[in-house]
């Protein structure tokens, strides 16, 4: 098991995704990853430009900050994805966890596999 405050980089990336209701589990500054359906983008005019993306899944919902830098790499993906994953840092304030992305990838395909006839499952992410 590992230590009860290990350093942020010694908390191992998730080969797919940490669920939402473990995201008290890591260090702050741990970089990890989310995944989970878009329930709100918020693009606020006082944000210059950051966007804050709420993904929800069976476990419960992840606050992703989206940095102006980040979106213009990822902006399809941010704008038009209905299913996410993120990989970026974790930052805890006030007890509220936020991962501030660095990576942003659109898995919105695997929905859609789920509408065909005889599919039990869309399988694991890529």
Same mark, same amino acid.
């Given at each position: ?40 983008? !918020? ?14 899944? %069976? ?12 979106? %213009? ?10 299913? =996410? ?5 974790? !930052? ?22 789920? =509408? ?11």
């Amino acid at each position: 098991m590992y230590p009860v405050t290990p350093h942020p980089d010694a908390w191992p990336r998730p080969p797919r995704a940490l669920p939402a209701g473990l995201l008290d589990r890591p260090p702050n500054g741990a970089r990890v990853t989310v995944a989970g359906l878009v329930l709100v983008r !918020q693009r606020p005019g006082t944000a210059k430009g950051v966007i804050f993306v709420t993904l929800e899944d %069976e476990t419960g919902t992840a606050n992703v900050v989206v940095w102006r830098a980040i979106y %213009e790499k990822f902006r399809r993906a941010v704008i038009a994805g209905r299913l =996410l994953r993120v990989t970026g840092r974790l !930052q805890r304030e006030h007890g509220v966890a936020h991962v501030l992305a660095e990576r942003v990838e659109d898995l919105s395909p695997l929905l859609d596999s789920l =509408l065909r006839p005889g599919a039990s499952s869309p399988g694991p992410p890529p």
